[in-house]
């Protein structure tokens, strides 16, 4: 079965970095997309980044360019969000998620990973 499976996340404090992972399993991995997003309380789910193994493409919202990165290890079928200069801001439940292709659209995506919290504290 499709598995997406999350590690990663934590508290640190503002300015520090973590990494996200997801692997993946249980589909051919170049040939679909994993997008991350992040809800946070009293807010709508957000698309933060997302890479497409199929265009080669990746997104970045606004707010995390310059800060994120996002990359995929085919050989490992494992995405990652390296995270810099973390903020109060980015304080979330962080979730990735499968597509196609890299859309803005949460309700496009057919499979989850269980989600993970970033607290980051000033």
């Known amino acids: 079965e499709v598995r997406l499976v999350q590690s990663g996340g934590g508290l640190v404090q503002a300015g520090g970095s973590l990494r996200l992972s997801c692997a993946a399993s249980?589909?051919?991995?170049?040939?679909?997309?994993i997008g991350w997003f992040r809800q946070a309380p009293g807010k709508e789910r957000e698309l933060v980044s997302c890479i497409s193994s199929s265009d080669g493409s990746t997104y970045y919202e606004d707010s995390v360019k310059g800060r994120f990165t996002i990359s995929s290890d085919n050989a490992k079928t494992t995405v990652y969000l390296q995270m810099n200069a973390l903020k109060p801001e980015d304080t979330a439940v962080y979730f990735c998620?499968?597509?196609?292709?890299?859309?803005?659209?949460?309700?496009?995506?057919?499979?989850w990973g269980q989600g993970t919290h970033v607290i980051v504290s000033s």
């Open positions: 249980g589909f051919t991995f170049d040939d679909y997309a």
């Open positions: 998620a499968r597509n196609s292709l890299c859309t803005m659209v949460f309700t496009e995506y057919d499979y």
